[in-house]
Each structure stands twice: as structure tokens, then as C-alpha cells.
């Protein structure tokens, strides 16, 4: 059924706010050039200048990033980190350890976003008039309510990481991606014991966070990502029987992407996916 009213971009993104149950914008999306009337739009997990020129030549009306412009260093990108501490008591970590932890990974996001040229993109999109907003926290939502109920309804304590992986890579998004979902700590005969699905939080919530998590019981966490120094170190520290899965970032974003795409699609928006974003037939994946 085709949306009836006009497609602008407070559509598109109260689209995205209504699939994820929220009810406002987060701190890391936002819509930077606003447009109306659109009938065409360019979806891209990172757009960059290069994107915005092909759009506006190739007859774009509005360029949607995934990713927040400017490396995911916008001013208030790090407010939506806390999120991370609910996700965290969940999981029965106590709210003033959890709030520790990701503290310690908000500080380094705070001091890099100082390296971040974060308006060069935006800048652009305003020069030659192309509308433009990035759409972060609430697609990563859905793909977390997404890998949270597959586990819920396969996976039990007992299955192995080697039943879990699997499962995993039959998700269609990760199925069809160059990465695929993999063990990075622990034993693929290892037992899951507890599955912590560490994901919408901004960022990764790297070694304070994953550590932490690790010390209060769970057996395995899913992350879509770690960064380098963070991986080694809690690789070196874990316990014994613990589990770190990388379900692969590319992957794990177009899930929510693609839900995304499709409702909007639903209500008459024509959309062309590119820059990361893996495409799957919508009967795949029951949607």
C-alpha cells in the first residue's frame, strides 16, 4: 500500500522512529538538508562526496547515510553510547559497573570525534542542494530485535558456537555477504551459555564493555564489531569457556537497512542501495 500523503524527509525518518519504537530522533541520526516531493532516493551505509555528485547526477532526490557524517564523529554521536548500560543490567551487570564501562569507551569516542572533519559531507549536500539525512540508532535496533529473537527461538545454553554460527549464517544479509559471521575468542565445540546481543549502541562497547560482561556470567557475545587493540587484549583476558562472536558489520547493518528500504518502498519511494549495503529478495526474510 502506497504512502498517501508527501513523501519529505521527516517521512523517512519518522518511518525509521516508528520501526524502532522510538519516539525521537537520537543523537546520532538527524536530517541535515531537508527535501520534499521525493520519489528517488540513494541508500548508502557510508555516503561521502563522491556519492552525493553521482546522486545529483544520476536524478536522486534525497541521499539517506546509515552511518553518522563525519566519520561517526558528530558532535553528539556519544550520547547514544549510554544505551549500552541498559543493554548491559539486562544481562545483570549492575548499573553503576555498566555505567563505568561504557564511560571508558564514551571518553576515546568524545576525544576522536575532535579529529572528525564532521560537517565536509553535510557542507556539500547543502552546496548543490541535494537533500540529505543519516539514519543510525534505529536501524541497528531492528537488526538487533532481529538477531535477539533468532537466538531466542534456536538457540538454547547448551547449543555450541560452532550451532550458533550456523544459524547465524543463514540470516539471508549474512549469507550473501564477503564476511561471514565468526568465532574471534573462544572454542567452536564451547557451550553459548548466555547470549549477550551487544549491538544499537552507537559503537562497539570494545574491552571495558565486553570484559564487563564476561565477569557477570555471559557465556557469548555477538558484536558486529572490535576494534584491534581492544580484540587482543580481551582475547588475552578472557575466561576460560568464554565466547566473542563478530557477526560482521556490513552484514548485521543492512538487516535493519533493508526493513527500512522495504517500508519505505511500501509507501512509493523508489530506492537504490549502494556503499556496504546488502541486498536480499524481501520473501526471504518473512518481512
Wanted: glycine share 12%; hydrophobic share 40%.
Amino acid at each position: 500500500m502506497e504512502f498517501g500523503g508527501v513523501m519529505d524527509t521527516d517521512r523517512v525518518m519518522g518511518v525509521a522512529l516508528e520501526q524502532a519504537g522510538l519516539e525521537a530522533v537520537p543523537a546520532d541520526s538527524g536530517i541535515h538538508v531537508p527535501g520534499a516531493g521525493l520519489k528517488k532516493a540513494l541508500f548508502g551505509v557510508d555516503i561521502d562526496v563522491g556519492e552525493l555528485l553521482y546522486a545529483r547526477d544520476s536524478g536522486y532526490d534525497v541521499v539517506v547515510a546509515h552511518h553518522p557524517l563525519g566519520s561517526g564523529s558528530s558532535p553528539q554521536f556519544t550520547d547514544v553510547m549510554w544505551r549500552q548500560v541498559d543493554q548491559m543490567v539486562e544481562e545483570g551487570v549492575a548499573e553503576p559497573v555498566a555505567r563505568a564501562a561504557v564511560a571508558q569507551r564514551v571518553g576515546s569516542r568524545h576525544r576522536l570525534r575532535h579529529m572528525a572533519n564532521y560537517n565536509r559531507v553535510t557542507d556539500t549536500a547543502r552546496l548543490i542542494g541535494l537533500p540529505l539525512l543519516n539514519i543510525h540508532l534505529p536501524p541497528d535496533i531492528v537488526s538487533r530485535r532481529y538477531v535477539k529473537r533468532l537466538v531466542a527461538e534456536n538457540i538454547s545454553e547448551e547449543t555450541t558456537v560452532g550451532g550458533l554460527l550456523e544459524v547465524l549464517n543463514a540470516i539471508p544479509e549474512m549469507a550473501r555477504s564477503l564476511v561471514k559471521p565468526e568465532q574471534w575468542i573462544g572454542d567452536p565445540d564451547n557451550p553459548v551459555g548466555r547470549v549477550a546481543v551487544a549491538m544499537a549502541g552507537g559503537t562497539n562497547g570494545g574491552y571495558p564493555v565486553y570484559s564487563t560482561y564476561f565477569e557477570a556470567g555471559v557465556g557469548t557475545i555477538l558484536s558486529m564489531h572490535i576494534d584491534e587493540g581492544d580484540y587482543q587484549r580481551l582475547r588475552t583476558e578472557a575466561p576460560a569457556g568464554c565466547n566473542l562472536v563478530v557477526t560482521g558489520h556490513m552484514p548485521s547493518d543492512s538487516i535493519g537497512i533493508n526493513r527500512l528500504i522495504w517500508r519505505l518502498e511500501d509507501e512509493g519511494l523508489a530506492c537504490q542501495r549502494t556503499s556496504g549495503i546488502i541486498d536480499v529478495p524481501r520473501s526471504q526474510n518473512g518481512v
